[in-house]
């Protein structure tokens, strides 16, 4: 992958991990997720991974900046459109960030997710978040701590990656083909109530389920 964070073609956004966040990363975030939200059909945004900062990479950074950054981030883990990060060699910093908000991710044998390091400690952003929720506690203690990293093979069994594989285009494909007969609204529901599920109450949870539910069966008259 080349050194560089941006839209490339159509819904594919490449992050370069190597490089700390700035306005132009909240950005290129921020057009993927107008383009999708526009385009409003179903497809798959792809997002091309890879490359883990060094120790300096948050001298420039402000709380500000970060805030912006998580915002972004939160945004593009809610899009109506499938996204698939396709990750190789190590990922940490906005390459973890990116990975961990995709639906599904793929992974090159020798990928490494990496929580960044300030000098001082591991960073202490949503990733950490995000890890705990996906894989749970014990799984990610020593990668959040220490920085140790999370092989491919590891990240595959805590299912932070859905397949580690040398044919990525294969399993981008697969995911379109997938994707192709979802309608982006209520995809967007579905993952909002898988989400939400990690934190909610069965009883707190039932009332948008059961909306959900619903506006399924009020659909399925229509047709």
Do not use: N, Y
Request: charged content about 20%.
């Amino acid at each position: 992958m080349t050194g560089r964070t941006g839209i490339e073609d159509g819904f594919t956004l490449r992050i370069d991990g190597a490089r700390p966040v700035t306005a132009d990363s909240v950005e290129a975030i921020a057009a993927m997720c107008d383009a999708a939200e526009d385009h409003g059909g179903p497809g798959v945004v792809t997002l091309r991974v890879s490359g883990a900062p060094g120790h300096s990479w948050t001298t420039d950074l402000s709380v500000g900046l970060v805030s912006k950054w998580e915002r972004a981030l939160l945004r593009l883990e809610r899009l109506p459109m499938v996204t698939v990060a396709v990750a190789s060699g190590d990922c940490g910093g906005a390459a973890l960030d990116v990975l961990l908000t995709a639906d599904l991710r793929v992974a090159a044998p020798g990928t490494r997710l990496l929580v960044a390091t300030d000098g001082d400690a591991t960073w202490p952003g949503m990733a950490l978040h995000r890890l705990t929720q996906q894989a749970g506690t014990g799984g990610i203690r020593a990668a959040a701590m220490l920085g140790v990293p999370i092989e491919a093979d590891e990240a595959l069994a805590l299912r932070l990656l859905d397949r580690v594989s040398d044919d990525l285009a294969g399993a981008v494909a697969d995911a379109a083909a997938r994707a192709a007969a979802l309608a982006g609204s209520e995809l967007a529901i579905r993952r909002r109530l898988v989400l939400d599920a990690g934190t909610t109450t069965f009883e707190d949870a039932l009332g948008a389920h059961l909306a959900a539910c619903d506006r399924a069966l009020r659909r399925g008259a229509g047709r």
